[in-house]
C-alpha cells in the first residue's frame, strides 16, 4: 500500500517534500527535497524504509536544495525531467540567482519522460510530463495520488511568468493530462493543502467556470 508524509523543510518557500513508500516492500522514493533535514533521513532510516531515488517534480530552486544531502546520505539517483535538468547547475535557470543565496544541485544522473513507469514493490508510479509551470514539469501519478508540483494546487495553478512557462501549455496539461484522471483522486501539490481532481475540475477558478 501507497503511504506517504508530508515535510516542510524549507520555510521561506512552504515547499512541501514528500516521502512516498510501499508499505510491504519499504521501498521509498523521496520527491522534491526541498532543503537538507538530518530529522528525515533519520526517520527514513528509523523506519527501515529502503530509499530507491529522489524525484523532482521540476527544477525551480525551492525543490532542489536538498538534492546533495540526501543523495550523499542513501547514494541515490537524481532523476528529473530532461528539459529541466540544466536548471539544477545553473542558479540564473533554477532562480535562486535572483535571491542571493545561489543553489547548485549535483547533475542529475538520469531522467525522467511521460509515461515512465517508477516502482516501488508492487506500486507503480507514473510519470506524466506537464509542461507550463517549467517546461519539464511533471506530475507523479500513483492510483488514488497525484503528486502535482507547481503544476495545480489547491484551488490553483502554477505560474507561468518564469522562463519557460507558458499559460497555454499549463492550461492544456491539466485539462487533458490531470483532469483526465479519476475524480477521488488526491492531488498533494508542491505549495499548500491537499485537494482532489473531482474538487479542482468544478471549482478550480481557473477552470471551473470554463465547464
Ligand atoms: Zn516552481
Ligand atoms: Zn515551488
Redesign the pocket.
Known sequence: MLKYTTHILLDS?G?NSYLVWDSESKEAVLIDPAAPSKQLAMKIKSDGLELKAILLTHG?L??IGGNEFFMKEFNVPLLIHALDAPMLTNPTMNLSAFTGEEIVSPKATGFLEEGQIIKLGEIEIKVIHTPGHTKGGICLYSKGFLFSG?TLFQMSIGRTDFPGGSMENLERSIKNKLFTLPEDTLVLS??GGTTTIGDEEVANPFFGFNK
Open positions: 518557500y515547499t525551480h525551492d525543490h507547481d508542491g505549495h
